[in-house]
């Protein structure tokens, strides 16, 4: 009898967990909508090639095959092959964790200043926040691209300095978003009268301040990352952040440029494949941020 009433108390949890996962499930598809449902489809695989490359091509993306080179897409490379007779497939598969990778670390140092910068600036002192300010707009008056340009150029070429440098550039856009919705919470209603309850600052803080603040940061941040791969990209391209022959989608479209006109799926399938990713996080951050509390 023990055993059965065990087995029964876990058949129900289960139900509850399956009961919550299909509400969960039904309550984000009418959020999102179809467009949103389809984005996050197409990141979720960009994720599963960036985390199981192997599951989806499981060749070797450096093996070279110089019989081979230059073989248009047909049905033993379904996106061609390259001038060293690699698999373009293969490699625009397992250059998903690269390019979505260093899009995901820019994404991240922007975010951790631009919560520095923003969180100062909303809650310091007047001078404190005039100040911050002041570089803020400073720096967000400068083209992030360009302002990569320029910190790399600094930093010297390579993944590691394109990442910071696109953080960095990214960071003053972070901050002036969290500056402003920081403020707007901090003046609400509901703060000044958890304020008047006599709550602390630090508790009204974490308790208040930073879920309404930080979730619609969350659903810009989404939005970040198509943008950082796409500058990242950018910078592989101009031989400033990864080279040849890693399978980063930038450096195979810098690899690709000179066959353009006779081997056009060499440059085709990464730029499809830096479109479609960036594509899609822009939408899932756009529609993220329409669902998000006010």
Do not use: C, K
């Not at 192997?54 to 450096?62: I, N, Q, V």
């Not at 490379?77 to 964790?97: E, K, M, N, Q």
């Not at 995901?104 to 200043?113: D, P, S, V, Y």
């Not at 630090?202 to 619609?216: D, E, G, I, S, Y």
């Amino acid at each position: 009898m023990s055993g059965q009433r065990t087995a029964g108390r876990a058949q129900g949890r289960a139900a509850a967990v399956g009961g919550w996962l299909r509400h969960w499930m039904r309550r984000w598809s009418a959020n999102l909508g179809l467009g949103g449902m389809v984005s996050a489809g197409v990141v979720l695989l960009v994720v599963l090639a960036a985390l199981l490359p192997g599951l989806l091509a499981p060749g070797d993306p450096t093996a070279i095959a110089p019989a081979q080179a230059y073989q248009p897409p047909g049905p033993g490379a379904v996106f061609g092959t390259d001038a060293s007779g690699r698999d373009v497939y293969t490699r625009v598969v397992h250059g998903a964790g690269q390019s979505l990778g260093v899009g995901a670390a820019a994404t991240a140092i922007g975010l951790g200043l631009g919560l520095l910068l923003g969180f100062g600036a909303a809650l310091g002192p007047r001078w404190l926040d005039g100040a911050l300010s002041r570089v803020i707009e400073v720096l967000f008056a400068l083209p992030s691209l360009v302002l990569a340009l320029l910190l790399v150029s600094v930093l010297g070429p390579g993944v590691g300095p394109s990442v910071l440098a696109v953080g960095l550039a990214t960071a003053p856009g972070y901050a002036r978003i969290l500056r402003a919705r920081a403020r707007s919470v901090v003046h609400s209603p509901y703060v000044t009268a958890a304020r008047l309850e006599g709550v602390s600052a630090p508790v009204a803080f974490f308790r208040h301040v930073v879920p309404n603040t930080l979730w619609p940061l969350i659903a810009v941040g989404t939005l970040g990352i198509g943008q950082a791969i796409v500058w990242v990209s950018a910078l592989s391209y101009l031989g400033l952040g990864a080279l040849p022959p890693s399978p980063e989608w930038g450096a195979m479209l810098n690899a690709g440029r000179l066959h353009i006109t006779s081997s056009w799926w060499l440059t085709v399938a990464p730029g499809l494949a830096i479109t479609a990713a960036a594509a899609a996080l822009t939408m899932l951050g756009r529609r993220l941020s329409a669902v998000a509390p006010a």
